[in-house]
């Protein structure tokens, strides 16, 4: 069993490890109950509020190619548990999970690079006591409590979240692929109209999510492949299944 270091309040979780990784061991885990620098994918303030605030340090298979695999390894890990508690959870390329079409996770994540690539931080939000999401955030995010009017143990989600990845980690180092299948089966991507934003507005049918984690996507002109540092997708139908 590894370790889980939980703190009352820190700046950011991922934050404690940009500045504390050389002296921590291979995937140690961090919560914070509270962080009053949360951070988000795009430089967005993660908000806080009653949830699981967790990061996990990497410090094998370092390889810059495969942070985009890595993001999808613990967006099939997070799916599978919150799997367990509720019906309608779908994962959105490259960083969401959604929870009856609105989301219930983001996940950061970051890397450490000096002369060669130190570690990565994987660094995940989820919603899950917080029973009101502000103005800005009530039609697009949710969580456990707003679904379902019940409170739930933060500590033993973590626990889960961790012990899954840990599982799912290993089988990743073995070959397995069952991740990308879990992301793909659970898209709420696939087959549906997207746009995004390259020079200028494009619209594109999403077709697959590949081995690499760029996602396939069909335009006018042909298939094109988007790593989701290239692509922010947007859509007002893709939600729902
Ligand atoms: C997103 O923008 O959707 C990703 C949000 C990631 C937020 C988590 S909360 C725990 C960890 N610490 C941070 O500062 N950010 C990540």
Redesign the pocket.
Known sequence: MKKIINFDTIL????YFKENYQSLDNLIAVTAKH?T??????G?I?EDGDDL???ILIKEMLDINKIEKISLLIASSIYKVIKKYFHDVTIKWP??ILLNGK?VC???VESIISDKLECLII???INVNTLKMNDELKDKATSFSIESNKQYSIENIAKEVYETFIDDFSNYKNGSKEYLEICKTNSCLIGKEVSYFSDKEHFAKVIDILENGHILLLEDDGFIEKSSGEVSLHSTFYHKK
Request: aromatic share 8%; glycine share 20%; proline share 0%.
């Open positions: 950011s979780t991922n934050l962080q620098l949360g951070r988000g994918r795009l967005r993660w605030l967790m990061s960083n969401d989301k983001g996940i950061l660094g995940f939000g």
